[in-house]
């Protein structure tokens, strides 16, 4: 079985600062990492993914996380948050052998709050 | 392009009261298909998947029951309400690129 601890159920930080989110996995084989980010009252955006490749996958809208094997770690970080990135966010993982659309299990969320 | 569809988009019901939330995918065939529940400070539980029509697979036991009686329409249902059914249910689909979320039914039990 796998689990998702997000050690931080909320984080506020003031805009333009530094964030991370942190994200530790527990599975006994390969994994996918996964983070989706939730506005309010919204479905869940795909953020970022790790398959397999380089450790340290970045999206679109600067935020970033490195898959560290050793640590069981995929912390998620941005160095300058926006107000816009107000949301809540979602760490997961699933099964690699399975195949990267197999079922994905959450951690329990980080509300990012961003203030001026 | 692929896109999914849930509705309502809020709902209200009475403890005994049953349940039918509808969930339609467009613009691919045999996906797999998921509801997840999200309650409070609990984060995401996967409550049913389903890998082709008729397949489901119940992760956890509980008042709810999911169908699939077409490959791209997945329905999550309930006989009799309870409290502890009030959430935000997220119906999803995968591909080899991810998961793609739907929009979410706020449902309450009153």
């Known amino acids: 079985a796998q689990s998702v601890t997000q050690l931080d159920s909320q984080v506020p930080v003031f805009e333009e600062a530094p964030v991370e989110l942190r994200c530790n996995y527990s599975?006994?084989?390969?994994?996918?990492l996964f983070w989706y980010v939730q506005y309010p009252n919204q479905g869940l955006q795909l953020l970022l993914k790790?398959?397999?490749?380089?450790?340290l996958v970045e999206s679109i809208n600067g935020f970033e996380a490195e898959f560290n094997k050793s640590q069981t770690s995929f912390h998620l970080r941005k160095p300058s948050v926006h107000i816009s990135d107000t949301a809540e966010y979602f760490c997961?993982?699933?099964?690699?052998?399975?195949?990267?659309?197999?079922?994905?299990?959450f951690g329990k969320g980080t509300l990012l709050t961003v203030n001026p | 392009s692929q896109t999914i569809h849930q509705w309502p988009a809020t709902l209200v019901q009475p403890v005994g009261s049953p349940l039918s939330l509808e969930c339609t995918v467009e613009?691919?065939?045999?996906?797999?298909l998921y509801w997840y529940r999200q309650a409070a400070g609990r984060g995401l539980q996967l409550l049913f998947y389903?890998?082709?029509?008729?397949?489901i697979s119940s992760e956890v036991p509980q008042n709810l029951s999911a169908s699939r009686p077409q490959d791209r329409q997945f329905i999550l249902s309930s006989k009799k309400l309870l409290l502890s059914d009030s959430g935000f249910y997220l119906c999803?689909?995968?591909?080899?690129?991810?998961?793609?979320f739907g929009s979410g039914t706020r449902l309450t039990v009153v």
């Open positions: 999803a689909w995968s591909s080899n690129y991810g998961y793609t």
């Open positions: 613009g691919t065939s045999n996906p797999n």
């Open positions: 997961a993982v699933s099964d690699a052998g399975r195949g990267s659309n197999y079922k994905l299990t």
């Open positions: 389903s890998v082709g029509i008729g397949q």
């Open positions: 790790y398959l397999s490749g380089s450790t």
């Open positions: 599975s006994s084989v390969s994994v996918y």
